[in-house]
């Protein structure tokens, strides 16, 4: 078809022309321009939750194993797992806090018992030998919890911070407060507990022989 036989017919011509006239608008409204892509937004309300493997072994009462984490009332907790470390946000990305972010990640031999993740254990009169030692749990809670501010608000910050484990005087899944949830006219008691177990212990040693002056005898 030729420029000379669409002249002859012109109905026909006219009816061609409105078709390749209406192709750019077409293609305009199949095809983003640079300025205005499409989006795509996933639904999060589909994506698993990060604390949901660890929730599903780890938990202290009895729970359907298909439970979620409930977020009602603005807390989140599992069995119970609560409190105000996962209902807040990693100070150092923003993202909510969920349990890799202080107990680390785990290798694939965790399931069949490898005790490779970090353990915070604040039994400091136990007989068990900790884990990890007091200053390697409290570096993992100094990477949110400044040691600065912390000494801002209470002095024994300062003098505890390198000797004892912060799960000493902490609890680290806490349902109200993270000072052991006590109120805090009484939160003087903690310390005269603790400092007279102390005391009581440095005195049974002094007053037991050790295995070297046993030897002797």
């Known amino acids: 078809m030729n420029l000379t036989s669409l002249i002859r017919k012109p109905a026909k ?27 795509y937004e996933p639904r999060l309300d589909n994506q698993r939750d990060p604390n949901q493997y660890c929730a599903k072994c780890h938990k202290f ?31 150092n990305n923003g993202k909510p806090i969920n349990c890799v972010n202080c107990h680390g990640n785990i290798s694939e031999d965790h399931r069949r018992g490898a005790k490779d993740v ?3 254990e604040g039994d400091i009169f136990g007989e068990k030998k900790p884990m990890y030692s007091a200053q390697e749990q ?23 911070a390198m000797k004892l484990p912060c799960a000493s005087c902490h609890t680290l899944h806490p349902k109200d ?5 006590i109120e805090p006219k009484n939160r003087v008691k903690l310390c005269v507990d603790c400092h007279g177990e102390q005391q009581k212990r440095k005195a049974q040693q002094e007053q037991t022989p050790s295995t070297e002056q046993k030897d002797k005898q």
Not at 21 to 35: C, T
């Open 13 to 39: 011509a006219l009816a061609l022309l409105t078709m390749l006239a209406a192709l750019p608008m077409v293609a305009q409204a199949e095809m983003p321009s640079a300025d205005n892509p499409l989006s």
């Open 61 to 91: 009462d009895k729970v359907d194993k298909n439970q979620i984490l409930d977020q009602s009332g603005g807390e989140l907790h599992f069995g119970k797992f609560h409190g105000t470390h996962l209902s807040q946000k990693n100070p």
């Open 138 to 160: 409290n570096q993992v809670c100094f990477s949110c919890h400044q040691p600065d501010k912390l000494r801002e608000k209470f002095w024994a910050h300062d003098v505890h």
């Open 177 to 181: 407060d993270a000072m052991k949830g």
């Open 118 to 120: 970090m353990r915070f």
